[in-house]
């Protein structure tokens, strides 16, 4: 199953961006690179996910190294809702997320 | 709101006891996936149903148990419950049986055992 490694936490300041890093060189060439989000006492939320190139949605957007051995979600402009623990997970080996420790990212007004 | 519904939210019981958490899925997803997350071990998976049957198995307890049923909403059963089963569980749910696709988690059932 594909290890990552994650900064235990982060701070950031309101309305600037973030850059959160994680390392997953264990992962297979075919697993594709998971991000979620939890806030206390609720269930992780999903914010991206890709396998090669970058991606960008809604909520984020996601940069993954060439040689797919680290990533980097980015958040554009943080807010205070964004405090949470962010999760990098890469696919387990039977097709299930194996979760790490994650990032707790704390948001200064 | 992800669309995955769990219930009881909060399920208070003794050592020794057995009990059911219930899990629908979002409409049209065929996996479902059950993890216990308790503050000194993080997110665990446990167990993963596609479709009605089993696709992978984490580390869940034999005196643990689960099953898909043919509506595809799915049951954990813990069972001779000890105060270290005390944790929050999860359910997920997804398209496809891979991890291809995104997974939208539950709300959760708190369970304590006292």
């Known amino acids: 199953d594909a290890k990552t490694t994650q900064p235990n936490s982060m701070e950031s300041n309101e309305e600037e961006p973030v850059h959160l890093p994680c390392n997953h060189s264990?992962?297979?060439?075919?697993?594709?690179i998971h991000w979620y989000r939890q806030l206390p006492s609720q269930g992780p939320e999903y914010v991206i996910h890709?396998?090669?190139s970058n991606v960008n949605n809604r909520m984020a957007s996601l940069a993954i190294a060439e040689d797919r051995k680290s990533s980097t979600l980015i958040l554009h402009r943080a807010t205070l809702r964004d405090a949470a623990v962010y999760y990098c997970?890469?696919?387990?080996?039977?097709?299930?997320?194996?979760f790490g420790k994650g990032t707790k990212l704390s948001v200064k007004p | 709101d992800s669309g995955v519904t769990q219930t009881p939210k909060h399920l208070i019981t003794a050592t020794g006891q057995r009990v059911t958490l219930r899990c629908s899925p979002r409409?049209?997803?065929?996996?479902v996936y059950w993890y216990q997350q308790s503050l000194d071990q993080g997110l665990q998976f446990l167990i993963q149903?596609?479709?009605?049957?089993?696709?992978a198995k984490g580390n869940i307890l034999e005196r643990f148990s689960a099953q898909q049923f043919p509506d595809l909403h799915s049951e954990l059963n813990l069972s001779s419950l000890e105060l270290g089963d005390s944790a929050l569980y999860f359910c997920?749910?997804?398209?496809?049986?891979?991890?291809?696709?995104?997974?939208?988690f539950g709300q959760g059932t708190r369970l304590t055992v006292v």
């Open positions: 264990t992962i297979s060439g075919t697993d594709y």
């Open positions: 997920a749910s997804s398209a496809r049986g891979n991890m291809n696709t995104e997974a939208f």
């Open positions: 149903y596609y479709n009605g049957e089993e696709r």
């Open positions: 997970t890469g696919g387990g080996s039977q097709g299930n997320l194996i």
């Open positions: 409409s049209g997803d065929l996996s």
């Open positions: 890709g396998l090669t």
